[in-house]
């Protein structure tokens, strides 16, 4: 019976399986505990999807983001509390190397709480900017909750993300409005292209500090869109941040609010919304993978690839120069919990470089076949006249998609002695090969005239 106790604990593995491509670890750190009920929808849904959710205060003695040197967790969600600091396990270098070791991490802030000084430095070291006075929020006059926020008008009604990118539709669009109260509006640096904005504010919208008790904002931290409500970073090894600026959004009370825009009754889709957030973070969606890559010398120049010709397995090491080659890559995307094929956008491609230093080749990559779970790319292309160490790369980043990197490395060599072509198979040679036959004839012409041509004898006379 031992064999069917193991087959059963198994299958409950398998059904407890988290959806995301990195792991199903996630610490949730609330300070107050009695809070925890106002997010349980969120945590119910994340529990739903196969998390194994633990809930922790940052003043919790045994609280870590790593064990034995290896990340502990898989993934942070950081709510907001009332102390400016978080303690000795979560500073900011904590964070940053939990972001180093692929870890995800979500920040949700609000203007009611003070944000705390690791949490401001992390935001600094990411390039995220945000309002220096405590309780600063997003106000807007024209885009607000006129039932929660009649007078205040600090609960924006936003509409779902649907920019007209690609990129972003396929992993935050929806129906319905946003509520999005008490928000804490951020700036991205325009340094990084790392960041990218998921929730604007409207133009209307500006950053408002309620201690200046004034009618008139003279300087404002930032207006309209510069303002983001909600941001995104996905570093270099493809680990993914999000801030949220209003931590209510995540609350029971907005997932499904009746609210009142312009006069006119809406439902928020906060769950919905929120659901999209933590896939992408969690790396549910948006992640690619690379299968087989393959690269072989191509029989026959301009030979048309296809998925039928017989590919050797093993790469070879060493190509010639003037030599064709032919390149594959079979490429897979992962939504929620199985692969599928990837195709880029219709205005996008893929792209191989064949480098030593720089480019020598930039060739676009096309769609050549396709397995049940993955797209295979493909190219054949001549290498240079040129010697050297070169490599196989195939760098593709894209915003909201992780990110591919794949190198193989190479040597391509000179002409081996025997594989020159011969002389008389050069037409510009056969003018200097002409000019040398039509000197050893007339050579051997001029001997064989030399040789056969004896001198006349002279008649001597005799005499007596």
Do not use: C
Request: neutral net charge; without cysteine; glycine residues 6%.
């Amino acid at each position: 019976m031992r064999w069917l106790f193991s087959f059963l604990a198994l299958v409950l593995l398998g059904v407890a399986q988290a959806k995301s491509f990195s792991g199903s670890r996630l610490l949730v750190i609330l300070e107050e505990q009695s809070e925890k009920e106002k997010y349980s929808a969120l945590l119910g849904d994340l529990n739903d999807r196969g998390y194994q959710t633990t809930v922790e205060s940052p003043k919790a003695d045994k609280l870590s983001l790593f064990k034995h040197g290896e990340r502990a967790y898989d993934h942070v969600i950081l709510l907001p509390g009332k102390s400016k600091g978080l303690g000795p396990a979560l500073t900011a270098n904590q964070f940053l190397d939990f972001m180093k070791s692929e870890g995800n991490v979500i920040v949700a802030l609000s203007s009611s709480n003070t944000i705390p000084s690791s949490v401001q430095s992390l935001l600094l070291e990411l390039d995220i900017h945000t309002p220096t006075d405590k309780g600063a929020l997003v106000v807007d006059h024209f885009n607000y909750d006129s039932v929660s926020a009649a007078d205040k008008h600090d609960v924006l009604l936003l509409p779902f993300p649907n920019p007209p990118r690609r990129d972003v539709r396929n992993f935050f669009a929806g129906e319905g409005v946003l509520a999005a109260p008490r928000t804490v509006g951020q700036v991205l640096g325009n340094n990084s292209p790392l960041l990218a904005p998921i929730l604007r504010a409207p133009s209307t919208a500006y950053s408002y500090s309620p201690k200046e008790e004034a009618d008139i904002v003279e300087d404002p931290f930032a207006t309209g869109e510069q303002l983001t409500i909600v941001s995104s970073l996905q570093s270099h090894n493809s680990a993914r941040f999000t801030v949220i600026g209003s931590a209510e959004m995540l609350q029971n009370e907005w997932f499904l609010a009746d609210a009142k825009l312009n006069g006119k009754a809406v439902k928020t889709a906060n769950r919905e919304f929120a659901k999209q957030i933590t896939e992408w973070t969690f790396k549910e969606t948006g992640v690619l993978k690379v299968g087989k890559l393959l690269h072989y010398q191509n029989e026959g120049q301009n030979k048309k690839l296809n998925t039928s010709t017989a590919i050797p397995e093993n790469n070879p090491t060493i190509y010639r120069i003037k030599e064709d080659v032919a390149f594959q890559v079979e490429i897979s995307e992962y939504k929620s919990d199985h692969l599928v094929p990837f195709f880029p956008a219709s205005d996008d491609t893929i792209q191989l470089e064949f480098s030593m230093l720089s480019p020598f080749h930039r060739l676009n990559l096309s769609p050549i076949g396709q397995t049940a779970n993955s797209t295979i790319f493909g190219v054949s292309f001549k290498t240079p006249d040129q010697h050297g160490i070169f490599n196989f790369r195939v760098n593709y980043r894209r915003p909201f998609l992780t990110n591919i990197d794949e190198k193989r490395q190479v040597t391509v060599r000179h002409f081996a002695h025997d594989e020159w072509p011969r002389s008389w198979q050069i037409n510009g040679a056969w003018p200097w090969i002409g000019g040398i036959w039509v000197t050893v004839g007339g050579f051997v012409a001029f001997v064989a005239v030399w040789l056969y041509s004896a001198p006349t004898e002279k008649s001597t006379k005799k005499t007596q």
